[in-house]
């Protein structure tokens, strides 16, 4: 064989097929392997994802952009020390640090709601679309007349959120937080409201919306669907999984 | 009762078996968040080495969770094999590890004890051993089972397609699907994890899978994994079920907070007769399992999640499965941390469940939160190649975007195929043969545009 004029990748015939899903089909191949190019594209993917996991939520940054809307804003902090303790310890995540505590055991304000900005397992997301997203929603929930304070909560998982209304004494929880890494998006994020937040709920006491970001579910999109749940929990006092999303009956109003 | 080792003049006391069990288990992020694991060094081995000297009647007579608490340990009990028991009642785990490895324990003589083993005493056996003690043992196991083609056959290595997508779109499963099968995937089932549990969209998925299996005279089966009261609900609608599924834990608590009991179980098994039977056997159910899921659902019971992990096989080979899968590195890094953790808890998954007479499939597979990368998969999938694991997962480009997680490709399982001369099941081989996909080497031959599958899907 002549090497030097041989083609080792060959493509694959149903490229067409890859306009139906975004799953990583027809790659083609060179010998049983995945050719370098779809290799590297993988690789890339994988290295946005775990970078993703170790990025800092930029506080400072963060809290500045915040002063647009004129409301209280607290920067707090979890018990955990790093982010390998992060990752081996989701209790420790749930709760708040001495500091953070007596930050907030020191306001005697009580707020309708607080919106917790964690880190989660994506700050990326966080520092991407909390803000672009609270432009939206913000001005909702002002319109509907509900006080308001916000948090950034570092190395944070979803249940601090409950530790932060409690002692806030919030009728409302949302917490906005960095999803998992995926390779398709490193920079998901999810939004968790919890009616009436207390320690020790668990997740049958939250209604999620996941995959906020402009390609999955876009700002104004989840602002809608946010301030609906928001609106029906606090008609219904409670929030959770009896909660429903029916949130396309309630355009059609 | 108390389990002691001295270890230079130092006398270790184990309070009891679960103890016993926790402490001897090889290190793993999830036993430490539980507070299971040994405190040194030292005392994980002093743990194993009182361990050796265990009696296997022991594990009969001293529950790691009580008989009148528990139904996974009642079913333990009161399904074990006295009689085959007879032949191995002197050793102690010690004495099983030897005796595994030696000659005498052939294929045979392991699948005639299968029943004989509780879970307890492989998950015993398993912490004194090494990976290549694992490999070598399980690969003499064989377990084989039948629906529409055979599965688990010695020198075969089969795939479960997995096609999935985040909104369960007809065409975008069809495509995953679609390039699966041009690339030799999916002998073990086409498996769909559907983004929503509505009893509607798992029909039509359902109907899907059928009829392009029907069409293109695809000798496999399919399931849509839902949970399953759904999948109840589907038999009992004359749906086109093949595999039911569902996923199980080692603890009566932990199935019960995957909505699950032994008495549902049940009633779905004996329902299933009700279903057309397989062309060639009827092994229907699909169980899914891993390390961790008891003690993430609060439900360990102070066991070892190695432990538990064994004991959910108890319940899974209550209804003869046809496939049996661990997904061992979906779980996260608070349970197992990083490549060298997922390596060792899939091949001791693999090992407990052949032993107990499981067809073990394992999902190689990670997050992207845990220390793991497609280097860690590469090493797990060509270890549990040789191994003898019954089925791997095949999707597309190892990314599936609908889990969020990464598993095995297509070309990863031509990959561990051909490196181990291993071929997909013999009826499933025969179709791609016929399809002018594959040559009788495990060559993917050149696909044009025109092939019958592209033309007709």
Request: glycine content about 6%; hydrophobic content about 40%.
């Amino acid at each position: 064989m002549d090497i030097q004029k041989h083609k080792p990748v060959e493509d694959d015939a149903w490229h067409a097929l890859k306009q139906f899903t975004a799953a990583r089909i027809a790659l083609g191949r060179t010998g049983h392997a995945v050719p370098l190019k779809e290799l590297l594209k993988f690789k890339l993917a994988h290295a946005h994802a775990r970078d993703a996991v170790y990025a800092r939520l930029h506080v400072k940054e963060l809290t500045q952009e915040l002063q647009q809307f004129n409301l209280p804003v607290y920067s707090l902090h979890s018990k955990v020390k790093d982010r390998n303790e992060y990752l081996l310890h989701p209790d420790i995540g749930r709760q708040l640090n001495d500091a953070s505590v007596q930050l907030l055991q020191s306001r005697s304000a009580s707020f309708d709601i607080v919106v917790v900005l964690a880190d989660g397992l994506s700050a990326t997301a966080i520092n991407h679309h909390a803000v672009p997203l609270l432009q939206q929603l913000i001005p909702l929930l002002q319109e509907a007349k509900f006080s308001i304070a916000i948090t950034t909560a570092q190395q944070a998982r979803v249940a601090v959120g409950d530790t932060i209304g409690s002692l806030m004494n919030a009728k409302l929880s949302l917490v906005l937080i960095g999803e998992r890494p995926g390779l398709s998006a490193a920079d998901s994020m999810g939004a968790y409201l919890t009616y009436n937040p207390t320690v020790g709920l668990t997740d049958e006491s939250r209604n999620c919306i996941s995959n906020i970001r402009p390609e999955g579910i876009d700002y104004a999109k989840a602002a809608t669907k946010i301030h609906y749940l928001i609106s029906s929990s606090f008609r219904l006092q409670y929030s959770g999984v009896t909660l429903k999303d029916d949130e396309q009956d309630f355009l059609a109003e | 009762m108390a389990y002691r080792s001295t270890i230079r003049h130092f006398t270790y006391v184990f309070d009891d078996l679960k103890t016993l069990l926790a402490k001897a288990t090889p290190y793993r992020s999830g036993d430490a968040l539980a507070g299971l694991t040994a405190l040194t060094y030292e005392e994980r081995i002093a743990a194993q080495i009182a361990l050796a000297d265990v009696s296997l009647k022991t594990f009969l007579n001293e529950a790691v969770i009580s008989y009148e608490t528990d139904d996974i340990t009642r079913l333990i009990i009161d399904t074990h094999d006295a009689k085959q028991f007879a032949a191995i009642a002197h050793f102690t785990v010690g004495d099983l590890r030897d005796w595994l490895l030696s000659d005498d324990a052939t294929t045979t003589t392991l699948q005639q004890l299968a029943f004989a083993f509780t879970p307890e005493m492989i998950a015993a056996v398993c912490k004194l051993m090494r990976n290549q003690d694992l490999i070598a043992v399980a690969q003499k196991c064989e377990v084989v089972t039948r629906f529409r083609n055979t599965i688990g056959l010695s020198g075969c290595l089969s795939t479960r397609l997995q096609p999935n997508h985040p909104t369960d779109d007809i065409k975008g499963i069809a495509a995953s699907m679609v390039d699966g099968l041009l690339y030799g995937s999916g002998d073990a089932v086409i498996g769909i994890n559907p983004a929503t549990d509505s009893p509607a969209t798992v029909e039509t998925l359902l109907h899907m899978l059928n009829d392009v299996i029907n069409k293109f005279s695809i000798p496999t089966q399919s399931c849509v994994l839902t949970h399953i009261t759904t999948g109840l609900q589907l038999i009992e609608r004359k749906a086109p079920v093949d595999l039911v599924f569902q996923s199980i834990g080692g603890t009566e608590k932990t199935n019960h907070s995957f909505g699950v009991s032994l008495k549902l179980l049940d009633e779905v098994f004996a329902a299933i007769e009700s279903l057309p039977k397989g062309t060639i056997g009827n092994n229907r159910m699909y169980f899914e399992t891993g390390q961790g899921s008891s003690l993430s659902a609060n439900a360990h019971e102070g066991v070892d999640q190695q432990t538990c992990e064994a004991r959910a096989y108890a319940v899974a080979r209550r209804y003869q499965p046809h496939l049996v899968n661990s997904v061992v590195g979906f779980i996260g890094p608070e349970y197992l941390y990083d490549g060298k953790q997922i390596i060792r808890a899939a091949l001791e998954d693999h090992f407990c469940g052949k032993l107990l007479g499981l067809p073990m499939g394992v999902d190689i597979c990670y997050t992207n939160h845990a220390a793991a990368d497609q280097d860690d998969m590469d090493t797990l999938l060509t270890l549990l190649g040789v191994a003898g694991c019954n089925f791997i997962m095949g999707v597309p480009g190892a990314d599936d975007i609908m889990l969020n997680y990464q598993s095995t490709s297509f070309h990863d399982a031509l990959y561990v195929r051909k490196v181990l001369h291993k071929k997909p099941s013999p009826e499933f081989e025969q179709w791609l043969l016929q399809q002018g996909i594959m040559d009788d080497e495990g060559n993917r031959l050149t696909i044009d545009a025109n092939h019958y599958l592209l033309k007709n899907i």
